[in-house]
């Protein structure tokens, strides 16, 4: 062999070696979460099939998302994840921080990439050069050894997600100071970019009672949503509310700069709620916080029916349905009540729907009226309160927080060309066999999805069949309009 062919063979042997030296492997694979890729994908599948996708405005800039043990936290990991899925993502940036290494400021994790069980998820160096070198940010694989923050996130990313590149952070000492700076670091890498997912990365109590937990963990959760970073950090620092407060507090400075209007909250749990002890539990949160699409503010603008209430009428229907779910509440009444206006005694379909802290609470209809309008806004509202299976039954404490929404239905046309079915104006009834799903009209305008989006969503999430069956001729399509009015 020649001494260039040798050189040459040496040199490749070499570069392959630091290439492969150059990925990180997860060490938490087999304790935290399984590490058999089939077992691992089918698990957090499982999971991400049981979430609910949420009614989000716009578009999901950032989340909130635990990382203790998957058979723990996972459940409430993948609303969050299963939120963010609903539009493709190219770049995920994790801010966790590190449980065990003491130091100031944020480590950027600088290897080529990160192998999990499911494969390399790899590292946008651009970012990585763009970010490294700002004040206390500097580059440091070694906090990432091991570190479940960061951890935990990376196999819900790859089977949510698909392939993104990451950027992957751990703050140091959670003080202020370090939150601002990263926040500030993170909008100026990020203000020009669009396909991208932030994850504060954060569990919320720990070792306290069910009970104290659940009371403690509330008030956290509404401090985070309220999407002011700083009194979040002033009200929880050193509280025992969230161990990875600084984390969420740089992503809330970060995610306010770029335009996020809210915070919601997704899911909420307990270790006990998944078979641990009451008496020492750890809180879990699944939060996001969204940005107004153009195309949602637009929607809203175009969309102008005319009205078939008057304020009065309007009126008279949300007083109904709440004397009537606060009479049922506190009496187990039906209400008895008339009403002398014509217009309330067309039988018309319609939905009721509950909101607490701008988060759904309950949402009942009927497609097929049977009665007059006025008995079934009254009818309605008490099965949204108590009948609704996605929610306990509402509790007459919360009554007043509660927001009323009514929705009144048109007549149902059957179509057989999707193309008539106009976003924003129209809600849309699929049907296949015994199986069917509804929208409402502003189901789209709430989450800016385009056509696609939403009939994908309502085949798959409503209505169980296939999310194409839609486009394939394959199920019966019905639209409607509908005129909603709120309190």
Same mark, same amino acid.
């Given at each position: 062999?020649?001494?260039?062919?040798?050189?040459?063979?040496?040199?490749?042997?070499?570069?392959?070696?630091?290439?492969?030296?150059?990925?990180?492997?997860?060490?938490?694979?087999?304790?935290?979460?399984?590490d %058999?890729?089939?077992?691992?994908?089918q698990?957090?599948?499982?999971?991400?099939d049981?979430?609910?996708?949420?009614?989000?405005? &716009?578009?999901?800039?950032?989340l909130?998302?635990?990382?203790?043990?998957?058979?723990?936290?996972?459940?409430?990991?993948?609303?969050?994840?299963?939120?963010?899925?609903?539009?493709?993502?190219?770049?995920?940036?994790?801010?966790?921080?590190?449980?065990?290494?003491?130091?100031?400021?944020?480590?950027?994790?600088?290897?080529? &990439?990160?192998?999990?069980?499911?494969?390399?998820?790899?590292?946008?160096?651009?970012?990585?050069?763009?970010?490294? &070198?700002?004040?206390?940010?500097?580059?440091?694989?070694?906090?990432?050894?091991?570190?479940?923050?960061?951890?935990?996130?990376?196999?819900?990313?790859?089977?949510?997600?698909?392939?993104?590149?990451?950027?992957?952070?751990?703050?140091?000492?959670?003080?202020?100071?370090?939150?601002?700076i990263?926040?500030?670091?993170?909008?100026?890498?990020?203000?020009?970019?669009?396909?991208?997912?932030?994850?504060?990365?954060?569990?919320?109590s720990?070792?306290? %009672?069910?009970?104290?937990?659940?009371?403690?963990?509330?008030?956290t959760?509404?401090?985070?949503?309220?999407?002011?970073?700083?009194?979040?950090?002033?009200?929880?620092?050193?509280?025992?509310?969230?161990?990875?407060?600084?984390?969420?507090?740089?992503?809330?400075?970060?995610?306010?700069?770029?335009?996020?209007?809210?915070?919601?909250?997704?899911?909420?749990?307990?270790?006990?709620?998944?078979?641990?002890?009451?008496?020492?539990?750890?809180?879990?949160?699944?939060?996001?916080?969204?940005?107004?699409?153009?195309?949602?503010?637009?929607?809203?603008? %175009?969309?102008?029916?005319?009205?078939?209430?008057?304020?009065?009428?309007?009126?008279e229907?949300?007083?109904?349905?709440?004397?009537?779910?606060d009479?049922?509440?506190?009496?187990?009444?039906?209400?008895?009540?008339?009403?002398?206006d014509?217009?309330?005694?067309?039988?018309?379909?319609?939905f009721?729907?509950?909101?607490?802290?701008?988060?759904l609470?309950?949402?009942?209809?009927?497609?097929?009226?049977?009665?007059?309008?006025?008995?079934s806004?009254?009818?309605?509202?008490?099965?949204?309160?108590?009948?609704?299976?996605?929610?306990?039954?509402?509790?007459?404490?919360?009554?007043?927080?509660?927001?009323?929404?009514?929705?009144?239905? %048109?007549?149902?046309?059957?179509?057989?060309d999707?193309?008539?079915?106009v976003?924003?104006?129209?809600?849309?009834?699929?049907?296949?066999?015994?199986?069917?799903?509804?929208?409402?009209?502003?189901?789209?305008?709430?989450? &800016?999805?385009?056509?696609?989006?939403?009939?994908?969503?309502?085949?798959?999430?409503?209505?169980?069949?296939?999310?194409?069956?839609?486009?394939?001729?394959?199920?019966?399509?019905?639209?409607?309009?509908?005129?909603?009015?709120?309190?």
């Amino acid at each position: 062999m020649s001494k260039a062919i040798w050189f040459y063979f040496c040199f490749s042997l070499l570069s392959l070696t630091l290439m492969a030296g150059d990925i990180q492997n997860v060490e938490l694979a087999g304790s935290w979460y399984p590490d %058999s890729p089939g077992l691992l994908r089918q698990t957090i599948q499982n999971y991400l099939d049981q979430a609910e996708i949420p009614l989000l405005q &716009g578009r999901v800039l950032a989340l909130v998302s635990p990382h203790a043990g998957i058979a723990y936290s996972g459940g409430v990991a993948a609303w969050g994840f299963k939120a963010a899925s609903l539009k493709p993502v190219g770049l995920v940036v994790v801010v966790g921080f590190s449980h065990r290494q003491d130091y100031d400021g944020t480590a950027v994790f600088d290897k080529e &990439g990160f192998q999990t069980p499911l494969g390399v998820l790899y590292t946008d160096k651009e970012l990585l050069e763009k970010i490294t &070198g700002q004040d206390k940010i500097f580059a440091d694989s070694r906090p990432f050894k091991a570190e479940n923050s960061i951890e935990l996130q990376l196999p819900f990313i790859q089977v949510a997600l698909g392939d993104p590149q990451v950027l992957l952070l751990a703050i140091g000492r959670q003080n202020l100071q370090n939150a601002r700076i990263l926040g500030e670091a993170l909008y100026e890498i990020l203000k020009d970019k669009d396909d991208f997912l932030l994850i504060a990365s954060t569990d919320l109590s720990h070792y306290l %009672s069910q009970a104290e937990a659940r009371t403690i963990d509330a008030s956290t959760a509404r401090a985070i949503i309220k999407l002011e970073p700083e009194e979040l950090f002033s009200i929880c620092s050193g509280q025992n509310r969230a161990c990875g407060l600084a984390a969420v507090t740089a992503v809330e400075i970060c995610v306010k700069k770029l335009g996020a209007d809210q915070a919601v909250i997704l899911k909420q749990a307990t270790s006990a709620d998944n078979g641990a002890a009451k008496t020492n539990v750890v809180g879990y949160l699944s939060a996001a916080f969204t940005k107004p699409d153009r195309k949602i503010i637009q929607t809203k603008e %175009s969309v102008k029916m005319e009205s078939l209430f008057n304020l009065k009428q309007r009126k008279e229907l949300l007083g109904l349905a709440r004397k009537t779910i606060d009479g049922y509440l506190k009496q187990g009444k039906i209400l008895q009540v008339e009403t002398e206006d014509p217009a309330l005694k067309e039988v018309r379909g319609v939905f009721v729907t509950l909101r607490k802290d701008e988060q759904l609470r309950g949402c009942i209809g009927n497609i097929i009226a049977s009665q007059p309008l006025y008995l079934s806004v009254r009818d309605m509202a008490i099965a949204a309160a108590t009948q609704d299976p996605r929610f306990p039954r509402l509790r007459t404490e919360e009554l007043p927080n509660i927001k009323i929404e009514i929705s009144v239905l %048109s007549r149902f046309k059957k179509i057989t060309d999707p193309d008539e079915i106009v976003i924003g104006t129209h809600g849309v009834l699929v049907k296949k066999g015994s199986r069917s799903g509804l929208y409402l009209p502003q189901v789209a305008i709430e989450t &800016g999805w385009n056509r696609e989006e939403f009939m994908d969503s309502l085949c798959a999430e409503k209505a169980g069949i296939a999310k194409d069956s839609w486009s394939r001729g394959d199920c019966e399509i019905q639209i409607f309009t509908a005129e909603a009015f709120s309190e």
